[in-house]
């Protein structure tokens, strides 16, 4: 039994140093330097956006060139693509029970997702709850791997 | 279902590691199935019995549940 759209095994330590490296980076600029002191300043392509968070003023564009701090982008860029890779990359051996258990941990993903968002929307408001969201959006995908990587190490005993 | 794959192991003496590069699945799949925890699909059930040159049943059996 093959599962569709899955990339070669040689991936997936590409997959652990992106989502991991990124990760570590984001965390150590939050944790030791103040807001908004890393900054990497660069022209890019908006469909819609403006520069509210920086020097560049709130006036929106669209489809135009807009000067901002890309750097949480390419944090998030490089978490999601290294997330993508190690959630979709062949285990050395893929057969029919490595796909039962990748299909049910994308399940409990999803389910654990939305009782997450549940909880946030229940408990948290204002500010705080856009600030958690915008974490929140990456839960699924480590909700996944982690549930993946658990159960494979627990059916090898 | 139950299934006799460890007591054929055993015969044959070889890990589950062994078996499971023999007819290519992961240890897991091997592990799962002799916990009970994984019922394999009909061409793994057939490979599996190709192996220890048996017919099906007798390595895979019905339970009063199933």
Redesign the interface.
Known sequence: METKFLLSNKFKPVGWLLFIGSALVWAYSVLFYPADTVQLRTKVFVIYGNDAFGKGGSESKYFSFLETDIFPTMIALLFILGGLLLAFSKEKTEDEFIAKLRLQSFQWAFLCNYVVLFLLFFFMYGFEFLFVLQYYMFVMLILFICRFHYLLYKNKN | MKNTIKIERAVKDITQEDL?NII??????I???EKN??V??TV?ALKIARYFGKPVEEIFILEETD
Request: hydrophobic residues 35%; glycine residues 0%; without cysteine.
């Open positions: 499971a290519s699945v992961s240890r897991q799949t592990n799962a199935m925890k994984y394999p699909s793994l």
